[in-house]
C-alpha cells in the first residue's frame, strides 16, 4: 500500500510563498508520474502541476510562472514552490502519484492552503 503524505500548508498572505511537500512511502523511481491537484470550497478537484519520470513538466495556466514542481528521488519526495500567492489559490492542495504498469493511481490526504488578501 502506497502511502502519500502532504505538509507545508498554512496561511499566508498575498504575494507570499509556501512550499508543500509530499512524502512517499516507497522509491518515487517507480511512479510514472507525480502531480499536485488542488479543490477549493465547491469546486472540482484540478490539477496543479505534474512531473514525469524524466523530469518533463506542465503546469496549469493560472500558476505558470509563479509555481515549481520538483523531485528528490534520494528523498522520495515531490515539492511544490509556490510563489506571488493569490487569495484564489486558496484551496486544498492534493498530491498524487500514479503507475503505469499495472495501472494505479495514489492520493494523499491534501494540505490546506489560505492567502489571506
Known amino acids: 500500500q502506497v502511502q502519500l503524505v502532504e505538509s507545508g500548508g498554512g496561511l499566508v498572505q498575498a504575494g507570499g510563498s509556501l512550499r508543500l511537500a509530499c512524502a512517499a512511502s516507497r522509491s518515487i523511481f517507480t511512479f510514472h508520474t507525480l502531480a499536485w491537484y488542488r479543490q477549493a470550497p465547491g469546486k472540482r478537484r484540478d490539477l496543479v502541476a505534474v512531473v514525469g519520470s524524466g523530469g518533463g513538466t506542465h503546469y496549469a495556466d493560472s500558476v505558470k510562472g509563479r509555481f515549481t514542481i520538483s523531485r528528490d528521488n534520494a528523498k522520495n519526495t515531490v515539492y511544490l514552490q509556490m510563489n506571488s500567492l493569490k487569495p484564489e489559490d486558496t484551496a486544498v492542495y492534493y498530491c498524487?502519484?500514479?503507475?503505469?504498469?499495472?495501472?494505479?493511481?495514489?492520493w494523499g490526504k491534501g494540505t490546506l492552503v489560505t492567502v489571506s488578501s
Open positions: 498524487n502519484a500514479d503507475t503505469a504498469f499495472p495501472r494505479a493511481e495514489y
